[in-house]
């Protein structure tokens, strides 16, 4: 990115593909599929009447929050907000940031910026992290970013354990209640001062990038709650207490969504050895990925893609609106090849995640 400049740690695969060359003819049959049907594999009009139904409940739900004149309606309008934001960050933000929304880079990365950055998130940093480390190396230790958020949680075999993570199957529905608040307030300021973060080193950022780390979230939180308090008919202590409920059920219920796509008992976990990773890129991806629900239209229309992850784990540069079909295609070969498909349906995959947390600690000694 121009405003970023980073090394890669020296780690790789064995090699990309596996031994029956399994990537290549799953994108073999991706590209058939996009000629056959004649279709582009970025966003088309069903994703253009998504962006505008999503765009036109936000601006209604947030019309609702500055004017409405009792506790009940109001909390119902910050809800709306809030959900709609997050289904929005995950259909359209979540591509954009992948180049795959419109195919045009700059106006995709704009579009991810902006939805990013006007719910408080420092979508460049994001974007580093999400593309160049979590992408390619998923559930890696030392090289996937997202086993080194926090040391709050005990997600991988590799990492370093205390005792306070036996009882992390208890305190995790909580702390993930107040996670977008404290990513809006504390993680993004953590990260952006890192040099080194997983497969990231010498990391520095452009003086422009702290500007805006800090304008999109003074932006953010005065249109979510400075606004609603000098507009709404209500009291400030019933617009804060609106705006609190709205932040902890939508981070719980994205930060479920987030884990259950890789932290589930069905999958697996790496590690590099001598800076070498044993097994391909593409047996990686398979084996480190949660779908739930991955061919039906409905969940992706919600998801965005996020319940078809392993789909967009090995074509980031489709647009989700095709996961359904990919995943369909994906599913048949992987049978074909006798290649075990992890798949669940979404509160059995949150059962999974809840026993995850419960059972990997008690697998080896404690670290303090």
């Known amino acids: 990115m121009a405003n970023a400049s980073h090394r890669f740690k020296k780690i790789k695969y064995e090699q990309k593909d596996s031994s029956n060359q399994l990537f290549r003819q799953l994108t073999k049959k991706k590209t058939l599929y996009f000629a056959v049907n004649h279709i582009s594999r970025y966003g088309n009009m ?9 765009l036109l409940t936000i601006a209604i739900s947030y019309y609702f929050v500055l004017t409405v004149d009792n506790y009940p309606l109001l909390q119902v309008s910050f809800l709306t907000l809030g959900v709609t934001c997050v289904v929005t960050g995950m259909n359209l933000g979540h591509d954009a ?28 940093l994001w974007k580093i992290r999400h593309n160049h480390s979590h992408h390619p190396f998923p559930n890696v230790h030392t090289v ?36 977008s608040l404290l990513w809006i307030c504390y993680v993004d300021f953590r990260l952006f001062r890192k040099t080194t973060l997983a497969n990231l080193e010498s990391m ?6 702290a500007i805006k780390l800090v304008l999109y979230k003074v932006t953010s939180i005065t249109i979510f709650l400075i606004l609603p308090i000098l507009f709404s008919p209500l009291a400030t202590s019933l617009i804060i207490c609106a705006f609190l409920v709205m932040h902890l059920l939508t981070s719980m219920a994205l930060t479920f969504t987030f884990f259950i796509s890789h932290h589930v008992m069905e999958i697996s976990y790496n590690a590099p050895d001598n800076n070498v990773i044993h097994t391909s890129w593409v047996e990686q991806q398979i084996h480190a990925t949660m779908d739930f629900h991955a ?3 409905t969940a992706n229309f919600i998801f965005g893609g996020f319940n078809a992850h392993l789909a967009h784990h090995l074509f980031p540069d489709v647009c989700h609106i095709h996961y359904p079909a990919l995943s369909s295609l994906i599913k048949q070969t992987l049978a074909e090849h006798s290649i075990k498909y992890n798949s669940l349906g979404f509160f059995a995959a949150l059962r999974s995640h809840l026993a995850l947390l419960k059972n990997l600690p008690r697998k080896s000694e404690i670290h303090e």
């Open 144 to 179: 996937d970013s997202d086993l080194e958020i926090t040391n709050i949680f005990f997600l991988s075999p590799n990492q370093r354990k205390k005792r306070i993570h036996y009882y992390q199957h208890i305190y995790a529905p909580f702390a993930y209640m107040f996670m």
């Open 46 to 54: 069903l994703l253009c009447i998504k962006a505008l139904t999503l």
């Open 97 to 124: 940031a992948h180049n795959c929304l419109t195919g045009i880079k700059k106006i995709d990365n704009t579009i991810f910026e902006i939805i990013f950055g006007l719910q408080g998130i420092n979508g460049y």
């Open 295 to 297: 061919e039906s239209k």
């Open 204 to 209: 520095e950022h452009h003086r422009i990038e």
